[in-house]
């Protein structure tokens, strides 16, 4: 059954994941607040493309968003029952409390949170690439090609959003030695370069992967890069957040100081654990 389920994500995924955060082409970028990695949109983009028509569309009142810690989270009143929401009812991976983090989406975008599962419903909220702090309902809809799961975001906003871009954010390591030993050259000519060929180095060529950028470089000392590696044929692990740091050295090139793997849970577990 899990190796069943896994290959539907592998076809899910592969026909969102070219087409933004949640199975939609943005054309036209909606006006956005972002407070702690969690932005209220003021106008719904323009999408061009879309994979999941959604049967119902519930008006959302769009408004600043700024999610509590998450133990204090309660879900709030359903909206909308199970019985009248587009796709069918799934009983999956993550259960209701279960703390959950955006993985593989690119850092100049974003996860769209929508009224009700599907591509075509209100955007209610979006996440950046890197929010955390969020937490599952335990609903999940399944529709033809696509797994949708609701998520509260704070004690007044609920969502649904696409299962493939959330993760537990589960234990982390110092991978440098390892990298170390693998890599030919451990500088390049810019920070991306570097912290990719890094990112790359988890991918098995047999397995549909996908490698995002999802925190640009950022300059200081040392300066960092942060990549998601998403699908990596495990069902129990979703991906790996790969965080390399660099200096600069006086010819300009950038020189590996140290390299840290986040496990990025798919099946079970807990935040900072090890993936079940």
């Known amino acids: 059954m899990r190796q069943l389920r896994f290959v539907v994500l592998v076809i899910g995924f592969l026909l969102t994941a070219c087409g933004g955060s949640d199975g939609t082409t943005t054309t036209e970028p909606a006006t956005s607040t972002t407070v702690a990695g969690v ?57 209701a409390g279960t703390e ?6 690119r850092h100049d975008d974003v996860l769209n949170v929508r009224s009700i599962p599907g591509s075509e419903s209100d955007i209610i909220a979006t996440l950046d690439p890197t929010a955390s702090g969020f937490v599952a309902t335990g609903r999940h809809q399944q529709l033809p090609t696509t797994w949708w799961m609701e998520v509260i975001i704070d004690s007044d906003t609920v969502g649904w959003i696409n299962r ?12 440098t030695e390892r990298v170390r030993g693998l890599l030919d050259s451990t500088t390049a000519s810019a920070l991306e370069d ?13 397995v549909l992967q ?11 000392d040392p300066s960092e890069v942060v990549f998601d590696v998403v699908g990596l044929g495990d069902d129990s ?16 090139e950038w020189t590996l100081i140290s390299v840290e793997v986040t496990a990025m849970c798919g099946r079970g577990g807990q935040v900072g654990g090890p993936c079940l």
């Open 210 to 220: 996908r490698i995002e950028m999802s925190v640009a470089p950022v300059l200081g």
């Open 237 to 252: 692990v979703a991906g790996q957040r790969v965080r390399v740091f660099a200096v600069t050295t006086e010819d300009q």
């Open 39 to 95: 932005t209220a949109t003021s106008s719904a983009p323009v999408e061009t493309t879309t994979t999941e028509p959604a049967s119902i569309t519930v008006p959302a009142t769009i408004s600043t968003i700024s999610p509590p810690p998450s133990s204090t989270l309660v879900a709030p009143e359903l909206t909308v029952p199970t019985e009248e929401l587009p796709g069918e009812p799934v009983d999956i991976f993550p259960s």
């Open 100 to 105: 959950l983090s955006v993985l593989g989406v």
């Open 164 to 175: 493939t871009f959330a993760a537990i954010e589960g234990v982390t390591f110092d991978d």
């Open 194 to 206: 570097l912290g990719r060929r890094i990112a790359e180095l988890g991918v098995d060529p047999d």
